[in-house]
Structures are given as C-alpha cells and as structure tokens.
C-alpha cells in the first residue's frame, strides 16, 4: 500500500511538470515563429523588388555584412548597396529556404540557408544562381523582435 500512495503522489507532482515544461516548449516555439517572420519579411521585401519598407526589421543601429565586407548601417546598405542594386533586377527568388532560431534570453541567434536566383534586367541581362547562407542576430525591442546584426554570403552552387 506505501508503494501505490508513494507512486500515486509521484504520478500527481509529475503532472504539473510536464504541463510546465509544454508550456515553455509552446512559449520558445512562439518566440522563434515570432523572429522568424522577420526574417521571412526581409527575403520576401527582396524577391517584391522592394526594401522601402524594411527599416522597421533592424534596429536603428543595425550593421549588415555581406561577402566578406562591412557594408555598414542597415540605412547605408539600403542607399549604397541592396536599395540601388534590386534596380537592376528583373526577378530575385529564393528556393530550398530554411530559418532555424536559437534563443539567448532576449537574444535571437537565426541562421538561413538557401539558394537564390536573380534575373538581371538591361542589355547585360544574364542569370546569377547562388547558394547562399545568412547569419542574423535579433533583440527583443518591448516585443518586437529587429535585426541587430545580419551576415551574408554566397558562392556558386555546389552538389
């Protein structure tokens, strides 16, 4: 009889853990899908042509690395680099895209894996087909998450 009452307690004080722990599961699960749509924001503003709208995805202090290069703030990467450069665009889409998030308290660690095609428009029209990887580093600014830090490269595709 004292082992069935001592399992009968185990199983009681058990289940309010395991409510706990999926709880948490759902609330990391959550948080992650919250930063991801950044992300996803950010690659469909490009493959639209159209980054005038993006600012609200990095915070104000936002340094962007591409290539190997510090391109600077999010707003002179914008002006300088991306904004001028999809201009010359006729089509940029992303295949076999994927986010996978980490999270450091009030920190999101995200990495981006994909392949990319761009159309070239004008008479130097060619095809660039990239496989590409990003690295992005978000903070949760009063529950919106922005880019602090994003990190992008590329090279020819590879099997």
Not at 49 to 68: K, M
Request: aromatic share 10%; glycine share 6%; proline share 1%.
């Amino acid at each position: 009889m004292k082992t069935l009452c001592t399992l009968i307690i185990f199983i009681l004080l058990s289940f309010p853990l395991e409510a706990q722990d999926e709880h948490h599961d759902h609330e990391e699960l959550t948080i992650k899908m919250s930063v991801e749509k950044v992300l996803k924001d950010y690659k469909n503003a490009l493959e639209s042509l159209d980054v005038s709208d993006t600012q609200h995805l990095f915070s104000e202090d936002a340094t962007i690395f591409e290539n190997g290069k510090f391109e600077g703030s999010y707003q002179d990467y914008l002006d300088n680099h991306i904004g001028p450069e999809l201009g010359h665009f006729k089509k940029f889409t992303f295949n076999d895209y994927e986010v996978h998030t980490r999270l450091e308290g009030e920190i999101a660690i995200s990495f981006e894996t994909y392949t990319y095609k761009i159309i070239l428009n004008g008479e130097n029209s060619r095809i660039v087909e990239r496989q590409g990887t990003a690295t992005s580093v978000l903070k949760n600014f009063d529950g919106n998450w922005k880019i602090i830090q994003n990190h992008g490269s590329s090279r020819e595709i590879r099997n």
